[in-house]
């Protein structure tokens, strides 16, 4: 491995692409003065070859990772400001520039770095003005998901972790759809009130601590700030400022409201990275801070937390099957399977937390592939409401394989990933609270019965709007891009060990605490 | 007159007053001819008087104890100094095409940067009120520079009216201090007894300087003297005398009652709350950029405040570094609002950015780095000088204005991204008229300053500035 950098190479080499695709959008223009695909040609072919490389980057990484020993792998660990000058020079102290991965977060990088080409050639075709700063402003944001995943410094991932609304307010605001305007000032302050509640929380934690270094805080901070006879404290505040943003972020019933909105105006590309990436930072938040660092007030908060998500998938369910609007629904069913996320996540055992991460990344997949079926027909009709379609199966028989695939993928049908996921959250919550995993074994129902409704009203039945007649099947390229998605849901669903095998070295050490506490 | 430990501690203030006083004598002789060259002329002298300062950052005691400073008031200097030959340099354009070019100018500049020098090397009260003067005084004459125009005449008056009351606070503060602790020298005021006598001209002081640096509830005259002055005139007072007041403000509170700390700590939170309540809801509603940013000037200076209200040893470092970062990111703001130019003169309706990305795209990525800086969003540098500043606040327990201070940035982030988004997605607007070179160049800059790239560059400022109280993340 030696001393090169991979993890910085790999974060930042989306952004290069960025900054060398805006560089030379100049060239770009004057060369065909009023030739849009033109310049399109180039930034997405820009675009895919620099996340292609990307991702074949995060499988170096991986190749290089070994899942078998405990701990962070492919350090990197460089002063960045802050912190006491000693006499010879050195600095003890401050803010690190420091990178790692361990099992759960590479496989959020390559989550990441998987879907991000996706995204570019789905968006080809739909995506036509202001092309360039289309394609960088994805780049930048995978840069900056990529640095949430490998921070090991907190005030790093606090960086990269709110860096990232930039870019996708950008995206939402610009590339959206009618109400984009509303529904991006909505994404961005939603998130900044809460991530600003973790910050000053983090300046508490570092003034106490005297590092940010997150392996550090791992150890100590449950020491530090110790609970004593389940009184509320110190910690319990510091878990509350945490779970304020991870909560918006994730998101969890009552403060999930941005979702449908940022999800219904974003570009279909947006919505892909925000249901597939974005929100799983939610849920790596909690696995990476709150569950290590707080272990007694996450145990004190769990029938809040298990509250609030039986409530967010029933509820969410509910409200799913009232939607008009067909990317509407799909968010609200991500809200549904985040729930079962955090459900897994503090039923603090092995198999609901493992079945927690294998749920992110399985929804992670799932989720996007939905929102790219119903892009598919948005770009051909130029609408989403469900009424408008209907018998779309004689049209188009490849397009309602592909749906139903993912419909069942999204119920949670055995042999798809998305069983595996909700299996074991159930599991590990019934370990912890058996009302727990019996209110979410009612939104599991529920989620058919909004699914099907959804695909046997828009696919089955025979054509009654005379619009939809012309409409055609997917293209080539759409094609290529449901492929891998359909290939990832089928191979994790019926074999999912290897995402076990690659998380089991960080969720063992998380669980370890809690065995201790008896919790 | 010891003239080693003067020229040690004082030489960048003499060589702006002898430059100044050779201005005005060239100036008399040859008026208008001096008046293009001026600018280049004293901008460089301010230049020169920066380096000088950094040259001579460990300071000393001057002029019998009058008069003393330190790397930390030398930095400020050296703050002030560079951002004010910025902002002059930046003004040559606006000042030729609006026929306001008169060698003026740039003498009232340079007195204002001696006054801010004096001010900040204050270690004295009548030091300290010598200087408010000189930089306030060549402020309300800069603030009617354009003496045709009815709001810049009223700007002026308004300006003046209100600074000279706010200095007769000052002065009435000053001598209750001086008649209840028996001096107006800084390190005798720290030793003497506190009563209630001094306790009535420390709230005095604390009123009048907290007018100079616009906090609420003494902000009603930025609004109106940031619409009215001519805008290079604002480019100016929204970075060097903003610094340099606010710098001086902690040194007088840090060095002469520095030990009762807890004495006036509440009442700066206070200002310091209502300032950040005050800019981001004021601001919501503007649509004049100048009178946007006027608000949002308020409200930044109540972070800032923060910083000062968790006293010396836990946020001076950090209210340097936030004042730093502010300044700079303020000049690449005013740089595009100097930009605003069309057919007919200036613009300054926040729709005239609409679609500025399309028909300037650099000057739009500028302008949004530099508003998302403003705003505090990483990675942009603004977010490490908020980030320095809750930590004072954090450290020195003073939860209620840090909660008050998130929830304002949130709020504040309310009319930032309505002009991202007007640059953004807004209907396209013709380009603006032929910028100048420099004025471009000043964007750029900034720009590239608020980018975290320069933390170093900001983590070497915290090191000099806080060397001698202890460093953020210490």
């Known amino acids: ?519 | 007159m010891d003239w080693n430990s003067i020229i040690a501690a004082a030489s960048p203030e003499l060589l702006l007053a002898f430059a100044g006083l050779l201005a005005v004598v060239v100036g008399a002789i040859y008026k208008d001819a001096f008046a293009r060259i001026s600018l280049d002329a004293v901008a460089v002298v301010l230049v020169v008087a920066g380096i000088l300062s950094l040259v001579k950052i460990e300071g000393g005691l001057a002029f019998g104890g009058l008069w003393e400073t330190d790397p930390y008031t030398n930095l400020a200097k050296a703050v002030c100094y560079f951002c004010s030959a910025i902002a002059l340099r930046m003004a040559s354009q606006y000042l030729v095409s609006e026929k306001l070019i008169r060698f003026e100018y740039a003498i009232l500049v340079i007195f204002a940067n001696l006054g801010m020098g004096i001010a900040l090397a204050a270690n004295d009260l009548m030091t300290l009120y010598l200087g408010i003067e000189t930089l306030g005084l060549s402020s309300y004459v800069l603030a009617a520079f354009n003496r045709d125009s009815q709001r810049s005449s009223e700007a002026g008056l308004k300006y003046f009216v209100l600074g000279s009351l706010a200095s007769g606070i000052i002065l009435y503060g000053a001598s209750l201090v001086y008649g209840f602790s028996g001096s107006t020298n800084y390190d005798v005021i720290a030793l003497s007894d506190f009563n209630l006598g001094v306790m009535f001209g420390l709230v005095l002081l604390i009123t009048g300087l907290a007018f100079k640096v616009s906090a609420a509830p003494l902000h009603v005259w930025t609004p109106d003297v940031y619409q009215g002055a001519p805008t290079p005139v604002v480019t100016f007072f929204a970075s060097a005398p903003k610094v340099a007041a606010m710098v001086m403000f902690a040194t007088l509170l840090f060095e002469a009652f520095g030990s009762v700390l807890d004495q006036w700590q509440d009442v700066v939170s206070i200002i310091a709350g209502a300032s950040m309540i005050i800019g981001a809801f004021g601001a919501l509603r503007q649509t004049n950029i100048k009178r946007l940013f006027a608000y949002s000037s308020i409200g930044n200076m109540g972070y800032a405040l923060i910083a000062l209200a968790a006293g010396q040893e836990k946020g001076a470092a950090a209210l340097l570094v936030y004042m730093a970062i502010y300044a700079f990111s303020q000049l690449g703001i005013f740089g595009v609002i100097l930009s605003m130019r069309r057919r007919g003169g200036m613009v300054e309706d926040i729709s005239e950015l609409s679609g500025l990305s399309t028909s300037m795209p650099w000057l739009a990525v500028c302008m949004t780095a530099l508003v998302f800086s403003v705003a505090g969003i990483p990675p942009l540098g603004g977010f490490f000088g908020k980030l320095v500043v809750f930590q004072a606040g954090v450290e020195a327990g003073l939860w209620p204005i840090v909660v008050i201070g998130i929830l304002s940035s949130v709020v504040s982030l309310g009319y930032y991204l309505k002009i991202i988004m007007l640059i953004w997605g807004g209907e396209k607007m013709p380009a603006f008229q032929g910028t100048s070179g420099t004025v471009t160049f000043t964007v750029t800059a900034a720009t590239l300053l608020v980018f975290p790239v320069f933390v170093i560059l900001i983590g070497w400022m915290m090191a000099t500035a806080g060397g001698q109280f202890g460093l953020p993340f210490g």
């Open chain 1, 1 to 519: 491995m030696g001393e090169f950098a991979l993890l910085s190479f790999t974060i930042f080499f989306p952004l290069l692409g960025a900054i060398l695709l805006l560089s030379i959008r100049k060239v770009a223009a004057s060369g065909s003065e009023d030739d849009v695909s033109h310049e399109s040609r180039i930034a997405f072919s820009t675009g895919i070859v620099v996340s292609a490389m990307t991702f074949i980057l995060s499988l170096i990484a991986l190749a290089y990772f070994n899942p078998s020993i405990e701990g962070y792998q492919l350090l990197e660990d460089i002063h960045w400001f802050g912190g006491a000058l000693n006499e010879d020079g050195t600095m003890t102290g401050g803010i690190r520039y420091k990178l790692g991965v361990d099992g759960l977060s590479i496989l959020l990088v390559l989550l990441t770095t998987f879907l991000t080409p996706l995204c570019f050639l789905a968006s080809w075709s739909s995506i036509k003005h202001r092309v360039t700063e289309y394609v960088a402003a994805f780049l930048i944001l995978e840069s900056l998901m990529l640095g949430v995943f490998c921070s090991l410094d907190l005030m790093l991932f606090y960086v990269f972790f709110e860096g990232g609304l930039i870019p996708m307010f950008i995206i939402i605001g610009i590339w959206g759809g009618a109400e984009r305007i509303y529904a991006s000032f909505k994404f961005f302050l939603y998130t900044l009130l809460g991530s600003l509640f973790m910050l000053i929380a983090i300046i508490a934690m570092y003034l106490q601590a005297g590092t940010s270094d997150i392996a550090v805080l791992q150890d100590v901070m449950p020491k530090l700030f110790a609970v004593d006879d389940g009184k509320f404290g110190v910690q319990h505040l510091l878990w509350l400022a945490f779970f304020a943003s991870f909560a918006v972020k994730l998101p969890m019933w009552p403060v999930h409201t941005w979702l449908p909105d940022a999800h219904v105006q974003a570009p279909t590309a947006g919505s892909v990275i925000l249901a597939g990436v974005l929100l799983k930072m939610g849920g790596y938040g909690f696995l990476r801070f709150s569950l290590p660092m707080f272990p007694e007030a996450s145990v004190y908060f769990q029938p809040m937390v298990f509250a609030l998500s039986v409530i967010a998938i029933v509820y969410a369910s509910i409200v799913a099957f009232r939607q008009t609007d067909m990317k509407k629904l799909i968010a609200y069913s991500s809200v549904a399977h985040m729930g079962f996320v955090t459900l897994g996540i503090f039923s603090f055992t092995e198999t609901g937390v493992q079945g927690a991460i294998f749920q992110m990344i399985s929804h992670g997949v799932i989720s996007g592939a939905l929102f790219l079926i119903v892009g598919v027909i948005y770009d051909r009709m130029h609408t989403r409401e469900i009424s408008f379609y209907g018998g779309l199966v004689s049209r188009m028989p490849i397009y309602a394989t592909v749906f139903m695939l993912f419909t069942m993928a999204n119920v949670g049908l055995p042999g798809t990933s998305g069983f595996i996921g909700e299996i074991l959250t159930m599991i590990g919550g019934y370990q912890a609270a058996t009302w727990a995993a019996a209110g979410a074994a009612l939104g599991v129902i529920f989620s058919a019965v909004y699914m099907l409704t959804l695909y046997r009203r828009t696919v089955f039945g025979v054509i009654t709007n005379e619009k939809l007649e012309g409409i055609s099947d997917l293209t080539r390229t759409e094609m290529i891009v449901f492929a891998p998605l359909v290939v990832a849901t089928i191979v994790l669903g019926v074999y999912p060990q290897p995402i076990f095998d690659m998380a089991h070295m960080s969720v063992e050490p998380i669980l370890s605490v809690f065995a201790s506490l008896g919790g």
